[in-house]
């Protein structure tokens, strides 16, 4: 996964680094409509930011998510 900038614009590489003209390794817009930060999804409730956190949680609480219990059925078809 990749990183996720804190604000949508900036020159301090959107929250990540005090240094205004120091190298980052991702690439960046000043655009300031960009959705892709935290500060612009934080609010979204259907945001992949929240779909995440949720899923996450998620797979806290679900034995089977946690374990990575297979579930199998022996039934037979009513063909046979």
Known sequence: MGVMQWYPTGKD????STES???IFFPETDDKLEMDNYNSQ???SDSPLKIYRKLAKLRQ????????I????NKKS???
């Open 13 to 16: 590489h959107h929250g990540f």
């Open 21 to 23: 003209d120091a190298p």
């Open 78 to 80: 009513a063909t046979s």
């Open 42 to 44: 934080f609010d979204i």
């Open 70 to 73: 297979k579930m199998t059925s």
């Open 61 to 68: 609480r679900d034995e089977a998510l946690i374990v990575g």
